[in-house]
């Protein structure tokens, strides 16, 4: 295509040959091998003058857009390589959106126009496995010191607090002592999903000096919201959920007691993704 070009621009073999440092033979056997390719005559030539073709003056715009393609696929290719490009498939619990991290991810995306995002909420023993199976490369969970062969790094803590219905006794306290709610039914992540969470609900509510009657679960903190809306229960949750403004559900300062859940990144070490390191170094980690 480039010798096509070469060629439709200086209408003269000499010439054309000449911006490739070659005689004029492999020209003409190169622009032969396209005719014979396309099954058209491209240039009418006689031995005064060279001139493009019906379908030659067409196979110009589309030559140009074709080799213009192939470069941005190549500079594409080669960000890719050096880890200014490509898909981060990311997972997270629901919390992480309204704290730091997804600025940082933003900001990442900002700073490399070829990086895209792909986002999937689960819960934190989903996203260790996803990560073992190479569905994800970064998670953003809530996980204890043994991740297995994952490694981590704590990105933030967030305090929880109680998440009432409107229409609770408690509605319209500022603050709620834990030990009040030893009588309510909770809402709860179930520890299959999110071990570490569950069992920072059960230590807080033992702490105040009652095991909690859980009666309802769910996947994700956005159902146990719902949930809570819907009179089923209370529950604990961080309180950068807060921010989410659901509906019917009021939030509530845990008087007495402070209960923190840290969230950290997860990810795979034996993940070759050259974006990786990127997203790490901005996080504080190393891959």
Known sequence: MRMFLAL?????????????????PPLTKAIQQLEERLGVTLF????????????????????????????????????????????????FVAAVLFMDIREVVLGLERDLPGLESVWEEMGSSE?????????????????????????????GR?????????????????????????????????????PSFHDLTIAACMEAGFSPRIMHYAKHLVSVVSLVAMGRGVSLVPRSFARAG???????????????AEYSAVWNPANTLPLLPHVLSLLGGEH
């Open 8 to 24: 439709a621009e200086e209408l003269h073999y000499g010439r054309a040959a000449a911006r490739f440092f070659i005689s004029q």
């Open 44 to 91: 009418d030539r006689n031995k005064r003058s060279v001139k493009l073709t019906v379908a030659g003056t067409a196979l110009v715009q589309e030559a140009r857009r074709l080799l213009a393609q192939t470069e941005l696929s190549i500079r594409t290719v080669q960000r890719a390589e050096r880890g200014d490009a490509g898909r981060l498939r990311i997972g």
């Open 127 to 155: 996203q260790l496995q996803a990560l073992e199976q190479d569905r994800i490369d970064i998670g953003f969970a809530q996980v204890s010191q043994g991740v297995g062969d994952m490694k981590s790094i704590p990105v």
């Open 158 to 194: 967030v305090g929880l607090v109680i998440a009432l219905d409107e229409g609770h006794r408690l509605a319209r306290r500022r603050r709620v002592k834990l030990e009040e709610l030893a009588e309510d039914a909770f809402v709860a992540i179930p520890r299959h999903s999110g």
């Open 246 to 260: 659901v509906p019917g559900v009021v939030f509530k300062d845990i008087d007495g007691l402070v209960v923190e």
